[in-house]
């Protein structure tokens, strides 16, 4: 069953802007990631955080997991046209360790 | 150096053939994955090999058969393709012995069946 369900299902922004993507799940995790899938390509990972850490970043990302609410996240900063792309996010846990279970992804649009 | 790579790219076949996609890792991971990614882009996991061992196999049907020569390899073999395989099929795989950590993805073959 899907696990993470990010929000919105697309986002159209200006250069320079930020871009906050959301990312809903419903059972308990060990670690949520998030993945960038730039057109015809494969995944790349970038970000994991872990159930027991609240705030991450990396250069511009800043991941925010809360676990009460279940849910988590993901700011870009000083969006440039090369961020466009879709954005997913995987949860890892709930006794299903071993795997990831990703949401539908947000596609992210930054317009010159 | 392509840490995960796949062939073919493209795979185009008819109705109830058989055919084969391939995966290599150089990373010198131990767990292997393989994803279908759907039309509307949702990504599920198909099975995951860890040092050549079958750890998950989701809810596919028995015409996927996955093969691990070596920790380095993941192969996929379809038989009597359906038009619904259609999909993007990616390989990952990970360093974490199981836990499923930081992911490092192929770049997908896309099989179409007409």
């Known amino acids: 069953s899907q696990q993470g369900e990010e929000d919105p299902q697309a986002l159209s922004i200006q250069e320079g802007e930020n871009a906050t993507m959301n990312c809903s799940y419903k059972t308990s995790i060990n670690n949520l990631q998030w993945y960038r899938q730039n057109s015809g390509r494969g995944l790349v990972h970038l970000i994991l955080?872990?159930?027991?850490?609240r705030e991450k970043h990396s250069g511009r990302l800043r991941v925010t997991l809360d676990t009460s609410k279940k849910s988590s996240s993901l700011l870009i900063t000083a969006s440039r046209a090369a961020d466009t792309a879709s954005y997913f996010c995987a949860t890892e846990g709930g006794g299903s360790n071993y795997k990831l279970t990703f949401g539908k992804g947000t596609l992210l649009t930054v317009n010159p | 150096d392509t840490a995960v790579s796949q062939t073919p790219k493209y795979l185009v076949t008819q109705m109830g053939n058989d055919k084969s996609i391939k995966c290599e890792q150089n990373l010198g991971h131990d767990t292997m994955y393989w994803y279908k990614q759907d039309s509307k882009k949702f990504l599920k996991i198909m099975f995951s090999y860890n040092n050549k061992e079958l750890i998950i196999n989701e809810t596919v049907p028995n015409r996927f058969s996955p093969k691990s020569p070596d920790k380095a390899h993941l192969n996929l073999h379809i038989n009597s393709l359906e038009l619904g395989d259609s999909a993007v099929y990616f390989c990952?795989?990970?360093?974490?012995?199981?836990?499923?950590?930081?992911?490092?993805f192929g770049p997908g073959t896309r099989l179409t069946v007409t």
């Open positions: 990952a795989s990970t360093a974490s012995g199981g836990v499923a950590d930081e992911q490092y």
């Open positions: 955080i872990r159930s027991n850490e």
